[in-house]
């Protein structure tokens, strides 16, 4: 066909365009259009991947330096394995960053992070057990502080880079380097000298979630990574039930619990009179990072101060209608609905009406109530005993029949309205 053909072509389409939606590579506009409304889903998507495959990429460059160091021990019968991974984080860490943008600039710098990380950390243990020569029973240093202040050193530094990098599968891994000071910590012969290093590494871990709090420049990306040490934190504390009960002036099982849990309800009253709420850049309330952390330690805690409260007491159990029940299940439901109403601001009737998936400080008070009905039931077949199933399982049935018949009343109720 000639020019004109075409000219007519387009000159028709234009006085009788098509209202029917087109199909361009598989989709319509209609569909384009849907997409277009989650870009921002859809980016995220794309970045992780592109995050994932980088993380793929370093961890192959990983154990390549692992094999050429072997090899090169091989051969000449010499250990630089360290040195090789000294030398990769050292360029990971201060390499260019080659004025990278957009999905380069994510590719290279999720990258960059992971190897920083990881070969700071292989570098380092193979400084002390190579160099040095420690096992796991020796201490390096007052309060083997040259061990787990340098595995501590990494742990930090890798945080800061993945802030730095934006690096958001860093965010969900670098959690995992903490346990390194916390093993160097607390395994030492002085049970003074591991609580004292085990507070210094807690301390150094809840100042850097301060941080992340209290920093206003925060993108939401970064509380992921503010999650997961919120989470390493919680297991760092229940580390700490163990270790800080033997020091001299609290060698009592009991009072290290109580002052965790003491502890938090001043905080949390503290906090709620005298700091506002702090949020990142998208609007998300910096709050909700903590809530793993808490979920972690503060949903058990309570339930083993009570059972340590009854211990310390005398009376761990009571008879009550031929049965025995156990004080520790008592106390525990006690400071767990304490706790729980505090979230609430004291307000009973606010866990009821007001339960909130939206306000990380009703949702806290929600999961110690929730806790608290679990703890219950354990509780309860704890003290009826056989007699548990000959109880829960005609209750729960009526429960579930009387909730059924109320929604198909409700339904019915609905449906007659509309149908009107």
Request: net charge negative.
């Amino acid at each position: 066909m000639d020019g004109d053909t075409f000219q007519r072509i387009a000159d028709h389409e234009a006085k009788n365009p098509s209202s029917s939606p087109q199909a361009t590579v598989g989709f319509t506009d209609d569909v384009l259009e849907d997409e277009g409304g989650n870009a921002s889903f859809i980016e995220s998507g794309k970045r992780f991947s592109l995050a994932v495959v980088a993380a793929i990429g370093a961890t192959l460059v990983l154990v390549g330096v692992g094999l050429l160091g072997s090899l090169i021990d091989d051969m000449s019968d010499r250990d630089v394995i360290g040195i090789l991974y000294g030398l990769l984080a050292v360029v990971a860490y201060i390499g260019p960053r080659m004025d990278l943008d957009g999905r380069a600039g994510v590719f290279v710098g999720e990258a960059r992070s992971i190897l920083f990380g990881v070969s700071a950390l292989i570098a380092v243990l193979w400084f002390f057990w190579e160099v040095v020569d420690l096992s796991w029973e020796d201490t390096f240093g007052p309060a083997n502080v040259f061990e787990w202040g340098p595995l501590l050193g990494v742990a930090v530094a890798s945080v800061l880079f993945a802030r730095r990098m934006d690096a958001w599968v860093s965010y969900c891994a670098t959690w995992n380097l903490w346990f390194w000071p916390l093993f160097a910590a607390v395994d030492q012969q002085s049970e003074s000298a591991g609580a004292v290093s085990l507070f210094a590494v807690m301390a150094c871990l809840a100042f850097v979630l301060w941080r992340e709090w209290s920093d206003e420049d925060r993108t939401a990306s970064s509380g992921i990574q503010a999650t997961f040490l919120s989470m390493m934190l919680g297991i760092m504390a229940w580390w700490s039930l163990e270790i800080f009960s033997e020091l001299r002036f609290l060698d009592n099982e009991f009072i290290v619990p109580l002052l965790y849990v003491a502890g938090w309800m001043a905080w949390m009253e503290w906090f709620r009179r005298n700091k506002r709420p702090q949020f990142y850049t998208n609007g998300v309330s910096k709050s909700w990072p903590a809530l793993l952390g808490v979920a972690v330690f503060y949903t058990g805690v309570p339930l083993y101060t009570g059972f340590m409260l009854a211990e310390e007491s005398g009376v761990e159990e009571i008879a009550l209608a031929g049965f025995d029940l156990s004080l520790g299940f008592v106390y525990g439901l006690i400071l767990h609905a304490l706790m729980g109403l505090q979230m609430f601001n004291w307000v009973p009737q606010d866990v009821v009406v007001k339960p909130s998936l939206s306000h990380p400080g009703t949702f806290s008070g929600s999961i110690f109530f929730v806790m608290a009905f679990v703890w219950f039931l354990f509780g309860a077949v704890d003290f009826l005993e056989d007699l548990a199933g000959y109880v829960f399982l005609p209750l729960g049935l009526l429960m579930l029949l009387y909730g059924t018949k109320r929604l198909i009343a409700g339904s019915d109720a609905s449906a007659t309205v509309n149908h009107e």
